[in-house]
């Protein structure tokens, strides 16, 4: 058995290794130097939030059994995809599947940003009131059926190795919670690893109820295309302490920090007072969601 066929053949309890391990490092870290005080009770949020996480993994798993690994395998069988079409060596198209898988995720998160109806779904991410490792992982489950939707017709199109596939996800599962941290580095570590990687600091920084900075820093693992697409901001303008997280307009602990409340967040308001507010946020310098 090749290095390949060892890490397909041990997928599950590789992927769950690394989840358990770097969550409990970043929880350990976050316990002995927090980068900031928590405002809602953590126990509350924990709770709450690895609810949602668990309530995702068991539906994903009921609708997608096959999950990214399978589609990835039929492409390979049936030749689909860039990557199955032309030959290229193997670690070369491994390193171009994740980096360009990285690409779609950054366009992705770019994309429920932008269109209302999706930021419904996203918001539930962002309307966290407190920034730690558990909030690396919060999604609404419509949002996590979306992505794995966006993702397996990336595989489809781009044809990347079994291999690459899984390397991607552990990366970014690791990077979201490694960059979702409430945790500091020392500046110059801080600086260095952002040429390529995400840091806890560059990520809070879109985690800001301020309409600006939460439209910028859109990348979970890579740097690159937050540099390249002119969406990069070093730090927020009140400083790690003095920021906000969250939504201004969504503060409630029951909507935002009770599995219920988070289920619910995007079928709240109607989709009409989307365009109201959108003409008054276009007649605004700052761009920015609509209801901040
Ligand atoms: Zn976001
Ligand atoms: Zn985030």
């Known amino acids: 058995m090749n290095f390949s066929e060892q890490i397909m053949a041990n997928e599950v309890p590789i992927r769950m290794g690394f989840f ?21 009770s953590r126990a509350i949020r924990w709770a709450n939030n690895l609810g949602l996480v668990f309530l995702n993994s068991f539906i994903v798993r009921l609708i997608f059994p096959a999950a990214a690994v399978g589609v990835a395998a039929f492409a390979v069988e049936n030749g689909w995809g860039l990557l199955n079409y032309y030959q290229l060596p193997f670690a070369v198209s491994v390193v171009i599947s994740v980096i360009a898988m990285d690409f779609i ?19 539930v991410h962002h309307a966290d009131l ?8 919060r999604f609404h489950t419509l949002e996590i059926i979306i992505s794995m939707l966006i993702k397996f017709a990336t595989i489809v199109v781009l044809g990347p190795p079994i291999v690459a ?18 945790i500091g580095l020392p500046k ?20 800001s109820v301020e309409d600006d900075e939460a439209n910028s820093n859109f990348g979970f693992s ?8 002119g969406t990069y901001r070093a730090q927020p303008r009140a400083g790690h302490i003095g920021m906000t997280i969250g939504i201004h307009k969504y503060r409630e602990p029951r ?11 995007p079928f709240v308001g109607r989709l009409s007072d989307y365009v109201i ?8 310098t700052e761009g920015g969601q609509n209801e901040k």
């Open 20 to 40: 358990f391990g770097i969550f409990a490092v970043m929880a350990i870290w976050e316990l002995i130097a927090p980068r900031r005080a928590l405002t809602v």
């Open 188 to 207: 110059g570590l801080d600086n260095f690893l952002r040429l390529f990687l995400v840091t806890p600091d560059m990520h809070r920084v879109h985690h």
């Open 222 to 229: 890579l740097t690159w295309w937050d540099r390249l697409f």
């Open 277 to 284: 507010n959108r003409r008054q946020w276009s007649s605004d």
């Open 130 to 137: 407190d920034y730690d490792v558990t909030t690396g992982a």
């Open 165 to 182: 596939v899984i390397i991607f996800e552990i990366m970014l599962n690791a990077t979201a919670m490694f960059n979702h941290s409430n």
């Open 255 to 265: 909507q935002v920090s009770w599995l219920p409340g988070m289920l619910w967040l």
């Open 105 to 123: 995720i950054y366009l992705q998160h770019v994309l429920v940003h932008a269109v209302p109806v999706l930021w419904r779904l996203h918001r």
